[in-house]
Nanobody, 126 residues
């Protein structure tokens, strides 16, 4: 269906900014809703941000709303997640997710997505 590849993770310190990217290939012509999730060891996978097919609507998780910007390229095959003022709580494995969507809506649950990237690690250095 859709192949997703993330990049941009790494070792960060308090106050740093980080930009993650996700490139999509495959069945994207009918519309692709996308999202970013993260999962820390021993914790549930949680939503960071979601964007609708067409990029008209975005939604941010409560813990990162004021620090995150989620944008989509004009070509519709690449999205970026900008995280500012990084904190230790941001340490996690970050996943890009995609869902074929004919209507412009966003999805907030991992169960809503059928395609996943391999993930990229963000680690806080103390």
């Amino acid at each position: 269906q859709v192949q997703l590849v993330e990049s941009g993770g790494g070792l960060v310190q308090a106050g740093d900014s980080l930009r993650l990217s996700c490139s999509a290939a495959g069945r994207t012509n009918s519309g692709l809703a996308m999202g970013w999730f993260r999962q820390a060891p021993g914790k549930e996978r949680e939503l960071v941000a979601a964007i609708s097919s067409g990029g008209g609507t975005t939604y941010y998780g409560d813990s990162v709303t004021v620090r995150v910007t989620f944008s989509r390229a004009n070509a519709k095959n690449t999205v970026w997640l900008q995280i500012n003022s990084l904190e230790p709580e941001d340490t996690a494995f970050y996943y890009c997710a995609g869902r074929i969507a004919a209507v412009p809506y966003y999805y907030t649950s991992p169960d809503d997505y059928g395609s996943w990237g391999q993930g990229t690690q963000v680690t806080f250095s103390s």
